[in-house]
Structures are given as C-alpha cells and as structure tokens.
C-alpha cells in the first residue's frame, strides 16, 4: 500500500468554502465509487482556511494516470469535478488545468 498527500485551494469566500464542505459530507455515490474503483482504499481531506489537504492510501497497482483515464469515461464524475471548480483555485504553481497538487515528503517517523 502506498500514501499520496496533495493539496489545493479554496477561493476565499465563507458561504463557498461552507458549501464545498456540505457537498463533501454527502460526496455522490458514483463519485465514491470511482475512488474506491481506481484503488484508493482511503481518503482524507482536511481544511485550514483556504488550504486543502488530502491524504489518500491506495493498493499497489494505482496510477494517477490510470484514475484520469476512468475519471474521463465517467460523466457523473466528470459533472462532480465541474461542479468542484466553483469553489476551488488553483495553487500559483499549477499549470493551466491542475488542481490537486502531489506533495513531496519530507519527514517520516
């Protein structure tokens, strides 16, 4: 099993950042299903303010690539991403397109 960390911003508005929130409480089952699908076994997403945090666990044989590649044939997922943009930005470093941005670790105990 491996574990990703990425991250992203939320535009800096109260009712959005509260929106984001409630849709995240009540993500869409075929959205969850596309998660568990492209073998994340575990996901966490945590907020300070504007800043996202995600941590996800996947099996061995995950790609990013490979969940872009199903996430395209998927147009439930394809409306939730969609639907996700009204209440994110991207960070500076993004290219045009990207949101979620891999971390690199730099410490493990």
Do not use: C
């Not at 991250?7 to 995240?24: G, I, N, P």
């Not at 073998?39 to 061995?60: P, S």
Request: hydrophobic residues 40%.
């Amino acid at each position: 099993m491996k574990t990703y960390a990425l991250t992203l911003d939320l535009k800096e508005d109260a009712q959005l950042m509260a929106e984001y929130e409630q849709y995240h409480r009540q993500v869409w089952p075929e959205v969850r299903q596309s998660i568990l699908d492209a073998g994340i076994v575990d996901m966490n997403i945590y907020r300070f303010h504007t800043r996202l945090f995600m941590v996800m666990k996947v099996e061995d044989d995950f790609s990013f690539e490979k969940k872009a590649k199903m996430d395209e044939g998927n147009l439930r997922v394809q409306e939730w991403e969609q639907l996700m943009w009204k209440f994110q930005q991207p960070l500076p470093e993004a290219k045009e397109g990207e949101k979620w941005m891999l971390m690199n670790e730099i410490f493990s105990l």
